[in-house]
């Protein structure tokens, strides 16, 4: 069995691992960091930002569901989900602070200011997507452009649309791989393959972590734990150590899209969500979306055999993105082969949704779309979260009950964001890095 002793490990190179793994390593502490990640770097191959490679590099190459049929895309690389996200950024909101006590206002100005974060220019919101926000305030809601992970100026060839959620090849969009390029530069030791199975827990301490690297079983030992493998990998781990709480209740911000056809060229070739407005009363986000294009008919087959035929239609569809705040509910739940996920959705999220494809329909009505051709697409689950949540199972530092094992991702969530979620992770990542300083320093 391979074997390694470190100071501190990070289990995943999402948005958490990467912030915190890289803020460690800029700290000068003379930390040995070691980041395990299970998937593996796609950015230089050929089929990165493919058809095939976005297949190949998610869970059951994005056919994962939920035992009620809700649909989930699970990225399994080196950046984590921000491969294959549309590029978008908020602010955490207030209750943030309000209601736990945690400020991130100062990480979230720093990271604004570090990435560039805005909306991209008026020139490159799309026609089609800019046509959807005017006539959503022809109806009385005040959509706004977008913040976005996005420079254009970073690349030459910015032709972004809907097929780069599979993963950006121009460069345009910020990827938290970016974090562990620059924590490599700075001397951390990178995983890929890696299989993180439990942790290794000693006298209420975390002590290291037990796995299987490329098939090989491993054994890692460090004094501090920091788990970001995502809001369905951190509460499997968490299970196999004997942390039952965990997966017990999820968020998953539940979204559908609202399509129309309309009398002119559609979204499809421009950039995605790039408007966007919040309704916090119903408890949603609007936004521009629709699939990309080979996945259009594959996401249509689960709402009926006649839903597949309108694919031909898709260069002049209009989409209108519904983000819903759900309920906690349902499980993530280890099985002796895999795991199960339990997701629907409750009464009351029902209701709100369905009070929100209302609205949707007028504005894509208001837009010039065809009314009979107006239909909604079936469930998915775009942000696994609020699975090891804070006040439960977590301090406010993002520790566990296991001393020195942290957590550092969508899991954290006390409750659904219904908002993007990235920058919400960075800054607590950045928080956490700060917080090990302090307690490294001690």
Not at 33 to 58: K, N, V
Not at 170 to 180: D, I, S, T
Not at 379 to 406: A, C, F, K, W
Request: proline residues 6%; hydrophobic residues 40%.
């Amino acid at each position: 069995m391979l074997q390694k002793e470190t100071d501190v490990i990070v289990v995943g190179s999402g948005p958490g691992g990467a912030t915190v793994a890289r803020e460690l390593a800029q700290s000068n502490a003379g930390l040995g960091i070691t980041l395990l990640e299970h998937g593996r770097d796609w950015r230089t191959t050929p089929l990165y930002g493919t058809y095939p490679g976005g297949m190949m590099y998610t869970d059951k190459a994005s056919f994962l569901t939920t035992q009620e049929g809700l649909s989930i895309v699970r990225p399994l690389l080196v950046g984590g989900a921000t491969s294959m996200y549309c590029g978008c950024a908020a602010r955490p909101l207030p209750w943030w602070q309000t209601r736990y006590g945690i400020d991130l206002d100062a990480t979230t100005d720093q990271t604004i200011a570090e990435l560039h974060i805005a909306p991209l220019p008026p020139a490159l919101r799309g026609v089609a997507s800019t046509r959807i926000a005017a006539a959503a305030a022809d109806l009385g809601q005040d959509w706004q452009p977008q913040e976005k992970f996005m420079q254009p100026e970073r690349t030459g060839d910015f032709a972004c649309g809907a097929t780069c959620m599979l993963g950006c090849r121009c460069g345009a969009k910020w990827n938290a791989a970016e974090y562990v390029d620059e924590a490599v530069q700075n001397g951390i030791d990178l995983w890929t393959g890696t299989k993180v199975e439990r942790m290794l827990v000693s006298n209420g301490r975390a002590v290291g972590v037990w796995g299987k690297w490329r098939g090989k079983a491993f054994a890692m030992y460090a004094p501090v734990v920091i788990l970001a493998a995502g809001g369905i990998g951190t509460p499997l781990i968490l299970q196999h150590t004997g942390l039952t709480a965990a997966g017990q209740g999820m968020t998953m911000d539940t979204t559908v899209m609202v399509y129309g056809l309309a009398p002119y060229k559609g979204i499809g070739n421009e950039p995605p969500m790039t408007w966007s407005y919040a309704d916090d009363d119903l408890g949603v986000m609007y936004s521009t979306l629709i699939d990309p294009w080979l996945n259009y008919p594959i996401a249509m087959l689960r709402k009926g055999p006649a839903y597949p035929l309108t694919w031909h239609r898709w260069g002049r569809t209009l989409g209108v993105m519904i983000k819903l705040k759900d309920e906690i509910s349902g499980f993530v739940r280890a099985q002796p082969r895999g795991f199960t996920i339990s997701k629907g959705l409750t009464d009351h999220d029902r209701q709100r949704l369905a009070a929100a494809e209302a609205v949707a329909g007028r504005i894509l009505r208001q837009a010039g779309c065809d009314p009979d051709t107006i239909f909604t697409t079936p469930l998915r689950g775009t942000h696994p979260s609020g699975t090891v949540r804070i006040g439960e199972m977590l301090t406010d530092d993002l520790e566990t009950e296991i001393q020195n094992l942290y957590v550092c991702d969508a899991s954290v969530f006390p409750e659904a964001l219904a908002r993007p979620t990235v920058l919400t992770i960075i800054a607590l990542g950045k928080r956490l890095a700060a917080h090990l300083r302090v307690v490294h320093k001690r």
